[in-house]
């Protein structure tokens, strides 16, 4: 990578950085009550059985949080899409296959990640599923990764 281009994927990133920063502002801001709800969230979780004699942190009231959910989907939905934006950047600059892999792995990590939250807000799975659905869309994101790499250096992207 020229010094050019490493100049570029570093700015990028600054630039994404700096969009996370504004989304949570922007949704700390416009809804109402999360200061609290955020606050009533922590303060709900204990320890309890996952599996036999596996203890997990969950909150005692899962159904009770969806402020919290939704704006955790709505961080991740704002987010997953704007790692669209960083992927058409990262390609208008000729930035590394691994930065440009590594912007799909995010975009596939965070849309996956609001579908699940998702599916938590309307208590459609429970507390341990979603954490569940984040594994599966952590190794998701790890084998989209390695697979974009594969195929740009094949196709000499």
């Known amino acids: 990578m020229?010094?050019?281009?490493?100049?570029?994927?570093?700015?990028?990133?600054f630039i994404s950085f700096g969009f996370f920063l504004i989304l949570v502002g922007f949704i700390w801001l416009n809804t109402p009550g999360l200061k609290d709800a955020v606050v009533a969230f922590f303060k709900d979780f204990h320890l309890e059985e996952a599996f036999q004699n596996v203890y997990l942190p969950a909150p005692r009231r899962e159904w009770r949080h969806e402020v919290v959910?939704?704006?955790?989907?709505?961080?991740?939905?704002?987010?997953?899409?704007?790692?669209?934006?960083?992927?058409?950047?990262?390609?208008?600059?000729?930035?590394?296959?691994k930065d440009k892999?590594?912007?799909?792995?995010?975009?596939?990590?965070?849309?996956?990640?609001?579908?699940?939250?998702?599916?938590?807000l309307a208590e459609s799975v429970g507390w341990f599923a979603f954490l569940a659905g984040f594994l599966i869309v952590v190794g998701l994101s790890i084998i989209v990764r390695g697979v974009?790499?594969?195929?740009m250096r094949v196709l000499r992207m």
């Open 101 to 120: 892999a590594g912007t799909i792995s995010s975009i596939v990590f965070w849309l996956g990640l609001s579908y699940f939250a998702g599916l938590l």
């Open 2 to 13: 020229s010094l050019k281009n490493w100049w570029v994927s570093q700015k990028i990133g």
């Open 69 to 97: 959910y939704g704006a955790f989907q709505q961080f991740c939905i704002g987010y997953g899409l704007f790692q669209i934006v960083v992927l058409v950047l990262r390609f208008a600059s000729g930035s590394s296959i």
């Open 148 to 151: 974009a790499q594969i195929l």
